[in-house]
């Protein structure tokens, strides 16, 4: 390669002379600049093409590179000076009063509204300030008509449009910053704001990095979905501050903290930093109820500081005069109480998140259409998706039977959308591995292997955080901010289930693909790739569509399989869609041929002995735990003796506001792990921005099927899994509220129930709510039940005949107890209230001599409670 010939000395000399001289006779007064004035075409501020993609807070670049887009295209900015703040002296400064000073050690200050499009904001500057970026653009200019050598600078001086030659006005002289009369004021009033108004319609000063800085804007300022543009600007941060162990600086001495250097952007839900020199964004902190401004010296520990607090961090920052410390505190203050005060209150329950009205939302029981309506809100992604779950399993099919190959499987979905450009960002639980057999690390080395938007990250580490009695056990998929799915089935083997939870799966029912005229010509068997044995396809339109070859053998204890060709009217007599008496002779052909066509949705593809659960995804738990998940399509049970481990759970899909909180939920866990592992704290991980509320009634995409309801976004929370201060128990209080304030009954599913312990304090309050809503019912003899189903066994590998399965026995033991026996189970403190109550009734009888059985029984026969074990 050859190698770029380097100037001549002589020649670099001359360059650093004429800049010498340039600056030197520099009139900072005057600005001539030959660039044109860019015309604007007067377009709605509101459409969708003026608008920056969201997707632009992933490609941020420097401040000082050019490129980036920063306004909205066809749109002016404009700015108009609304006062001059002139005061006595500096403290009299945030106590406004008509009367002006005269005193030329404290120069003017002018308060300018910004406009571009709709977004409005307010920037101070001094008078010295126009002089700096006059002076600043002046040497900009002369840099840029300057040939120098390198290829950067070529491009940039070829942006320079030649053929408008035209002359903006100069910066007029004025008397500086000392303004004695007011007719002195208004008129530097008037030609500082045409100046700046002018200078802003010149493209080639107006992106410049000088000018930006000057009117407070960034990359991240007219982003629609990041809501109103606050307070920005440049500010000396401390480092420190945060709620994680290991991570804050020992002590208050100056030694132990670091300043640096960086660009804040305030918004209505959320304020970041970012690094200047790359444009990167450093630090994100959501407002939350902790949110509060300090700006005292004992308080900052900082002349000229503002200190922030919020649940995650106390963030402490310096500014270079007592007025510019002040502005900051107050106008980041004023803008987030204004706007977003929703986050800094304490919602029902304790909630980080308000109640929303009026949302699209709906519940699913079963993963069938759970994972279906998942699977085709992943296809309308557009910018980001958030996945966390307990267990996630990249292999498993969303749509079932797979008649499409592999395109419905949630790696293929994921690859897909991340080719696409979609951010996809996974949280997964990090296991304890000798407990349990999920192998989070391998469905985190699949996913990322997938495509460099695809992040994930495993979370706790268990030893250098001492977590090891808590877990992650949320399931939670977010698209685009807008749609929200949340509740108990993980995206994993074994979850996908429909009513009738099939016990066997050994493909014993043949079904015919509905085959066109038109496409019969293109149908011929092919072989298709082999999962659990042979396996053929046909060629349909194009597609191939796999079909078991398998020779089905025979089920233990169910006799030889029989195979018979499917009948949709037998289909359809089983599910009570039609009656059960024999089709008429009378029926035309054409009613026929209508009712196949109508049915084709549901019984295309499944062709011969189509299965629903492959490899991994037929399970039994209990019988076998899971092993070798990096095979994934391998059988690891043999499903012609064991049968299958039917799953059924309860999940919803929440849509607009309330899909913005769950979506911070995920935020804020992503953001505080990012922090905590170094290992995440690279720029390949990017820190994740909330969107604004005031854009969460745009929703793109909606779940068919929704009705519209109020909804709250409850959560369990803590230092260790979210870096919050104070805990979360929103989920506990709501549960404990909706049973005390219970009428008649209440009906409880779940996988444990444990309330009770050993001789040990428990936090958790489900069993003693519980017990005083019965008792509550009994003293006032109304009719009360409760019903608890829980399963039969828990989910854990052993065989309890045989005294196998200590995890098994264990969850067993203290489920009994919070039951049945046990001196804090619910039957003690049930029996201990009503003998005490029985005691108190038979003294009073005695003394009255009154005693009466049927005042007494019929109370106790209209309390009961039915514990189901399913």
């Given at each position: 390669?050859?190698?770029?010939?380097?100037?001549?000395?002589?020649?670099?000399h001359?360059?650093?002379?004429?800049?010498?001289?340039?600056?030197?006779?520099?009139?900072?007064?005057?600005?001539?600049?030959?660039?044109?004035?860019?015309?604007?075409d007067?377009?709605?501020?509101?459409s969708?093409?003026?608008?920056?993609?969201?997707?632009?807070?992933?490609?941020?670049?420097?401040?000082?590179?050019?490129?980036?887009?920063?306004?909205?295209t066809?749109?002016?900015?404009?700015?108009?000076?609304?006062?001059?703040?002139?005061?006595?002296?500096?403290?009299?400064?945030?106590?406004?009063?008509?009367?002006?000073?005269?005193?030329?050690?404290?120069?003017?200050?002018?308060?300018?509204?910004?406009?571009?499009?709709?977004?409005?904001?307010?920037?101070?500057?001094?008078?010295?300030?126009?002089?700096?970026?006059?002076?600043?653009?002046?040497?900009?200019?002369?840099?840029?008509?300057?040939?120098?050598?390198?290829?950067?600078?070529?491009?940039?001086?070829?942006?320079?449009?030649?053929?408008?030659?035209?002359?903006?006005?100069?910066?007029p002289?004025?008397?500086?910053?000392?303004?004695?009369r007011?007719?002195?004021?208004?008129?530097?009033?008037?030609?500082?704001?045409?100046?700046?108004?002018?200078?802003?319609?010149?493209?080639?000063?107006?992106?410049?990095?000088?000018?930006?800085?000057f009117?407070?804007?960034?990359?991240?300022?007219?982003?629609?979905?990041?809501?109103?543009?606050?307070?920005?600007?440049?500010?000396?941060?401390?480092?420190?501050?945060?709620?994680?162990?290991?991570?804050?600086?020992c002590?208050?001495?100056?030694?132990?903290?670091?300043?640096?250097?960086r660009?804040?952007?305030?918004?209505?839900?959320?304020?970041?930093?970012?690094?200047?020199?790359?444009?990167?964004?450093?630090?994100?902190?959501l407002?939350?109820?902790?949110?509060?401004?300090?700006?005292?010296?004992?308080?900052?520990?900082?002349?000229?500081?503002?200190?922030?607090?919020?649940?995650?961090?106390?963030?402490?920052?310096?500014?270079?005069?007592?007025?510019?410390?002040?502005?900051?505190?107050?106008?980041?203050?004023?803008f987030?109480?204004?706007?977003?005060?929703?986050?800094?209150?304490d919602?029902?329950?304790?909630?980080?998140?308000?109640?929303?009205?009026?949302?699209?939302?709906?519940?699913?029981?079963?993963?069938?259409?759970?994972?279906?309506?998942?699977?085709?809100?992943?296809?309308?992604?557009?910018?980001?998706?958030?996945?966390?779950?307990?267990?996630?399993?990249?292999?498993?099919?969303?749509?079932?039977?797979?008649?499409?190959?592999?395109?419905?499987?949630?790696?293929?979905?994921?690859?897909?959308?991340?080719?696409?450009?979609?951010?996809?960002?996974?949280m997964?639980?990090?296991?304890?591995?000798?407990?349990?057999?999920?192998?989070?690390?391998?469905?985190?080395?699949?996913?990322?292997?997938?495509?460099?938007?695809?992040?994930?990250?495993?979370?706790?580490?268990?030893?250098?955080?001492?977590?090891?009695?808590?877990?992650?056990?949320?399931?939670?998929?977010?698209?685009?901010?807008?749609?929200?799915?949340?509740?108990?089935?993980?995206?994993?083997?074994?979850?996908?289930d429909?009513?009738?939870?099939?016990?066997?799966?050994?493909?014993?029912?043949?079904?015919?693909?509905?085959?066109?005229?038109?496409?019969?010509?293109?149908?011929?068997?092919?072989?298709?790739?082999?999962?659990?044995?042979?396996?053929a396809?046909?060629?349909?339109?194009?597609?191939?569509?796999p079909?078991?070859?398998?020779?089905?053998?025979?089920l233990?204890?169910?006799?030889?399989?029989?195979?018979?060709?499917?009948?949709i009217?037998?289909?359809?007599?089983?599910?009570?869609?039609?009656?059960?008496?024999?089709?008429?002779?009378?029926?035309?052909?054409?009613?026929?041929?209508?009712?196949?066509?109508d049915?084709?949705?549901?019984?295309?593809?499944?062709?011969?002995?189509?299965?629903?659960?492959?490899?991994k995804?037929?399970c039994?738990f209990?019988?076998?735990?899971?092993?070798?998940?990096?095979?994934?399509?391998?059988?690891?049970?043999?499903?012609?003796?064991?049968?299958?481990?039917?799953?059924?759970?309860?999940?919803?899909?929440?849509?607009?506001?309330?899909?913005?909180?769950?979506?911070r939920?995920?935020?804020?866990?992503?953001?505080?792990?990012?922090?905590?592992?170094?290992?995440?704290?690279?720029?390949?991980?990017?820190?994740?921005?909330?969107?604004?509320?005031?854009?969460?009634?745009?929703?793109?995409?909606?779940?068919?099927?929704?009705?519209?309801?109020?909804?709250?976004?409850?959560?369990?929370?803590?230092?260790?899994?979210?870096?919050?201060?104070?805990?979360?128990?929103?989920i506990?209080?709501?549960?404990?509220?909706?049973?005390?304030?219970s009428?008649?009954?209440?009906?409880?599913?779940?996988?444990?129930?444990?309330?009770?312990?050993?001789?040990?304090?428990?936090?958790?309050?489900?069993?003693d709510?519980?017990?005083?809503?019965?008792?509550?019912?009994?003293?006032?003899?109304?009719?009360?039940?409760?019903?608890?189903?829980?399963?039969?066994?828990p989910?854990?590998?052993?065989?309890?005949?045989?005294?196998?399965?200590?995890?098994?026995?264990?969850?067993?033991?203290?489920?009994?107890?919070?039951?049945i026996?046990?001196?804090?189970?619910?039957?003690?403190q049930?029996?201990?209230?009503?003998?005490?109550?029985?005691?108190?009734?038979t003294?009073?009888?005695?003394?009255?001599?009154?005693?009466?059985?049927?005042?007494?029984?019929?109370?106790?026969?209209?309390?009961?409670?039915?514990?189901?074990?399913?």
């Amino acid at each position: 390669m050859l190698r770029q010939q380097e100037p001549a000395v002589s020649t670099l000399h001359l360059v650093a002379n004429d800049m010498t001289d340039i600056m030197e006779n520099l009139d900072t007064r005057e600005l001539d600049i030959g660039d044109g004035e860019e015309e604007f075409d007067g377009r709605d501020p509101n459409s969708t093409e003026n608008r920056i993609p969201f997707s632009a807070v992933y490609k941020t670049t420097g401040f000082k590179e050019t490129g980036a887009r920063v306004f909205l295209t066809a749109l002016p900015i404009t700015a108009k000076i609304l006062e001059v703040e002139r005061f006595t002296s500096a403290q009299d400064r945030f106590n406004l009063t008509t009367q002006r000073s005269v005193s030329k050690a404290l120069p003017a200050l002018f308060k300018i509204e910004m406009r571009h499009g709709h977004f409005t904001w307010l920037v101070k500057r001094k008078e010295k300030h126009f002089m700096e970026l006059h002076r600043e653009l002046r040497a900009y200019k002369t840099f840029l008509r300057i040939p120098l050598p390198t290829r950067s600078h070529t491009e940039r001086r070829h942006t320079i449009n030649r053929n408008l030659e035209r002359h903006m006005p100069s910066l007029p002289r004025g008397g500086g910053d000392e303004l004695a009369r007011e007719e002195q004021v208004s008129s530097r009033k008037r030609q500082l704001e045409d100046y700046l108004n002018k200078l802003l319609k010149m493209p080639m000063y107006r992106n410049y990095h000088a000018t930006m800085e000057f009117i407070d804007v960034s990359q991240l300022s007219f982003i629609h979905e990041l809501g109103p543009k606050g307070l920005e600007g440049m500010v000396l941060k401390r480092s420190g501050g945060h709620r994680i162990p290991g991570l804050n600086c020992c002590g208050h001495s100056k030694m132990c903290y670091r300043w640096s250097k960086r660009w804040m952007v305030v918004k209505d839900s959320s304020l970041l930093l970012m690094k200047p020199d790359t444009g990167a964004i450093s630090f994100v902190l959501l407002m939350d109820k902790a949110f509060g401004i300090k700006m005292d010296t004992k308080e900052t520990e900082t002349r000229h500081g503002v200190r922030i607090d919020s649940l995650s961090r106390t963030l402490v920052l310096k500014f270079t005069s007592y007025r510019h410390a002040r502005w900051w505190g107050q106008a980041i203050d004023e803008f987030v109480r204004e706007l977003g005060s929703n986050f800094l209150k304490d919602h029902r329950y304790g909630s980080f998140a308000n109640e929303q009205k009026n949302i699209p939302s709906k519940w699913y029981v079963n993963g069938k259409q759970y994972m279906e309506d998942v699977a085709n809100a992943l296809e309308e992604a557009e910018e980001e998706i958030f996945i966390t779950d307990w267990w996630l399993s990249p292999e498993i099919f969303l749509k079932r039977p797979v008649v499409e190959g592999n395109r419905w499987r949630l790696d293929s979905i994921l690859k897909r959308q991340a080719q696409k450009g979609v951010r996809i960002f996974v949280m997964l639980y990090k296991e304890v591995e000798l407990a349990l057999g999920i192998n989070s690390e391998y469905s985190k080395r699949t996913l990322q292997q997938l495509h460099p938007n695809i992040k994930v990250m495993r979370h706790p580490d268990h030893v250098s955080s001492a977590v090891y009695l808590w877990a992650h056990h949320e399931k939670i998929i977010v698209i685009d901010q807008s749609v929200a799915f949340v509740g108990g089935i993980d995206l994993a083997y074994g979850r996908w289930d429909d009513r009738e939870h099939r016990l066997t799966d050994i493909g014993s029912v043949t079904r015919t693909l509905p085959v066109s005229a038109e496409n019969a010509s293109e149908a011929s068997p092919a072989m298709a790739a082999p999962s659990n044995g042979p396996s053929a396809a046909v060629h349909i339109n194009g597609k191939s569509v796999p079909v078991d070859t398998v020779e089905q053998p025979k089920l233990k204890g169910l006799g030889k399989t029989k195979k018979t060709r499917f009948s949709i009217r037998r289909h359809l007599q089983k599910h009570g869609l039609a009656p059960t008496d024999s089709v008429s002779s009378a029926e035309s052909s054409e009613e026929k041929a209508e009712a196949a066509q109508d049915l084709q949705a549901d019984v295309i593809g499944l062709l011969g002995n189509t299965r629903f659960w492959h490899g991994k995804d037929y399970c039994n738990f209990v019988h076998k735990d899971w092993i070798q998940l990096d095979k994934p399509f391998d059988d690891f049970i043999d499903r012609h003796i064991t049968p299958r481990m039917p799953w059924h759970d309860i999940a919803s899909v929440v849509h607009g506001k309330a899909a913005r909180d769950v979506a911070r939920h995920f935020i804020q866990r992503w953001n505080f792990t990012k922090i905590m592992k170094p290992k995440y704290r690279s720029l390949s991980y990017p820190y994740l921005l909330p969107k604004s509320h005031t854009t969460a009634n745009e929703i793109k995409y909606q779940v068919p099927g929704c009705t519209q309801t109020n909804v709250q976004v409850l959560r369990s929370a803590s230092d260790w899994s979210a870096g919050i201060k104070y805990h979360e128990e929103s989920i506990h209080t709501a549960y404990v509220n909706a049973i005390e304030n219970s009428k008649h009954y209440i009906y409880i599913e779940n996988q444990f129930f444990i309330s009770c312990a050993d001789n040990k304090v428990v936090h958790n309050k489900i069993g003693d709510a519980i017990a005083k809503r019965i008792i509550k019912a009994y003293r006032e003899g109304k009719k009360y039940r409760v019903y608890v189903v829980t399963p039969l066994l828990p989910g854990f590998e052993g065989d309890i005949n045989t005294g196998g399965g200590s995890a098994i026995q264990a969850v067993m033991h203290f489920n009994y107890r919070t039951m049945i026996r046990g001196d804090c189970s619910i039957i003690s403190q049930l029996k201990k209230e009503i003998s005490k109550e029985w005691s108190k009734q038979t003294q009073t009888d005695k003394s009255n001599k009154t005693t009466s059985l049927d005042q007494s029984v019929p109370a106790v026969s209209r309390t009961r409670i039915h514990i189901a074990v399913l």
